[in-house]
């Protein structure tokens, strides 16, 4: 089994920063990616940015340049960093873990989301 456990979020106002970290747990071979996605209120969940266990970063457009992701790979953990906060980055923020469990099997896993506001 793998867990995933996520902290950080909160409540900021426009133009702050937040930082979302997410520790991976349990019986795997390997991490092949972790990322972070995102959901608001009435739209689909999207990436925000992920990270390879090669160190590849993919961020979505909305995102570039405000936001860093970065991993510790003897932690098995992900950070997201969050500067320049705008109301439209407002919802609900869930790591994704896709590990490997056998060399030759992986399987995609969810942290129970967190909370980000940003309002004035």
């Known amino acids: 089994q793998v867990q995933l456990a996520e902290s950080g979020g909160g409540f900021v106002q426009p133009g702050g920063s937040l930082r979302l970290s997410c520790a991976v747990s349990?019986?795997?071979?390997?991490?092949?990616?972790m990322g972070w996605y995102r959901q608001a209120p009435g739209k689909q969940r999207e990436l925000v940015a992920d990270?390879?266990?090669?160190?590849?970063?993919n961020y979505a457009d909305s995102v570039r340049g405000r936001f860093t992701i970065s991993r510790d790979a003897a932690k098995n953990t992900v950070t997201l960093q969050m500067n320049s906060l705008k109301s439209a980055d407002t919802a609900v923020y869930y790591c994704?873990?896709?590990?490997?469990?056998?060399?030759?099997?992986?399987?995609?896993?969810w942290g129970q989301g967190t909370q980000v506001t940003v309002s004035s």
């Open positions: 990270i390879t266990s090669s160190s590849t970063t």
């Open positions: 994704n873990a896709v590990v490997r469990i056998t060399l030759s099997s992986r399987e995609s896993y």
């Open positions: 349990g019986t795997f071979f390997s991490i092949y990616s």
